[in-house]
């Protein structure tokens, strides 16, 4: 409690900081008398202290709460002495766009510098977890290796009804498990260098339905593609885009219960080519939404919260997009956006 408390005193400080300032100029125009002009303009020009103060602190939607408030405030000593739009009254009224101009231009400039910052923040962040998962993974390599290989080894020896055969069923599942959560550490923790050229998307989309099929078929779930007639060829790396597509189809074999049909669709748009993975699931809360391509973010109980992430990195290498779209009547569709060229 004490720590919110220390992180909302110098918001609350700043904001009383704001309004006295506005209101302290505001009443300089009021009680100064009319006829002093240039003490008028002068106290005009401090209006932007509190706009520039606002922008920097609160970035565009502060800056234009202030403008606005400033504006509310100042209006009515324009009507006051008004002179049928004599050159003062358009001093005045040229001032009350200047100050929400410069609310709008000093928030902008500022919430660039906050989202440049984050990514910058973001990518240092993913770097440094790159650089760590690809430590973590190579030393797991050998000794994971190893231990499927032994256990492998021993269940040969085990006769079929040998209590000793389950438990190194155990081991070696668990171990693949553990071998496929290690891939995918060295997939996310690797730069991406696409080899690109002009790949069909449809073909992309079919390859990727049919390696999914036989989990799909497991699982007693249909796998169909509807592909989109003549679409045109766009720059990609067709095995980076079939492991974001079987990623995603893999994941909508998952969500989806038994009896129902999982969709790859292929469109053409104005200026992208899309893949929709569709499937019959209990869809994604909007609360999820914002989280499910952050590295190790995951609601599955195995699940190691790396393959959306590694979509998204890929996705993000062909410079396309990645949305997150509502079923109807029920589902999600993972919507993969292709630039043109």
Not at 94 to 106: F, K, P
Not at 144 to 149: D, F, P, S, Y
Not at 231 to 256: C, F, G, H, T, W
Request: one cysteine or more; proline letters at 4%; charged letters at 25%.
């Amino acid at each position: 409690m004490k720590s919110e408390v220390k992180t909302q005193t110098p918001r609350k400080t700043k904001i009383t900081l704001i309004v006295i300032l506005v209101a302290g100029i505001s009443l300089l125009h009021y009680l100064s008398d009319k006829s002093l002009y240039y003490y008028h303009v002068f106290y005009g020009e401090l209006y932007f202290l509190p706009i520039v103060m606002t922008g920097f602190w609160f970035g565009l939607r502060g800056a234009l709460a202030t403008s606005l408030g400033i504006t509310a405030c100042y209006l009515p000593f324009v009507y006051w002495h008004w002179h049928g739009f004599s050159p003062e009254d358009f001093d005045r009224i040229l001032s009350v766009l200047l100050y929400n101009s410069s609310a709008v231009l000093i928030g902008i400039l500022k919430n660039r510098e906050v989202n440049a910052n984050k990514g910058r923040l973001e990518a240092e962040r993913l770097a440094a977890m790159g650089k760590s998962l690809a430590a973590v993974a190579h030393d797991m390599k050998t000794p994971l290796v190893a231990i499927g290989g032994l256990a492998r080894r021993l269940q040969k020896k085990f006769k079929e009804n040998d209590p000793d055969r389950e438990k190194s069923g155990i081991i070696i599942r668990e171990t693949e498990r553990l071998e496929k959560m290690m891939h995918n550490m060295l997939d996310f923790s690797k730069p991406l260098e696409l080899q690109l050229s002009h790949g069909d998307i449809n073909e992309i989309a079919e390859n990727s339905a049919t390696i999914v099929s036989e989990t799909a078929q497991k699982r007693k779930i249909a796998i169909e593609c509807k592909l989109a007639n003549s679409l045109p060829r766009v720059a990609v790396d067709a095995i980076r885009m079939k492991q974001a597509v079987v990623n995603l189809a893999l994941n909508a074999v998952e969500a989806s219960p038994e009896g129902e049909i999982v969709t790859l669709c292929t469109s053409d748009a104005d200026h992208e080519v899309i893949i929709d993975v569709v499937d019959c699931g209990g869809g994604i809360s909007l609360a999820h939404r914002a989280k499910v391509f952050d590295p190790f973010f995951t609601t599955k109980k195995e699940g190691t919260g790396l393959g959306l992430a590694i979509v998204k990195k890929i996705m993000d290498a062909h410079k396309g997009s990645l949305e997150i779209v509502d079923n109807s009547p029920k589902g999600t569709i993972f919507r993969v956006m292709l630039p043109k060229q």
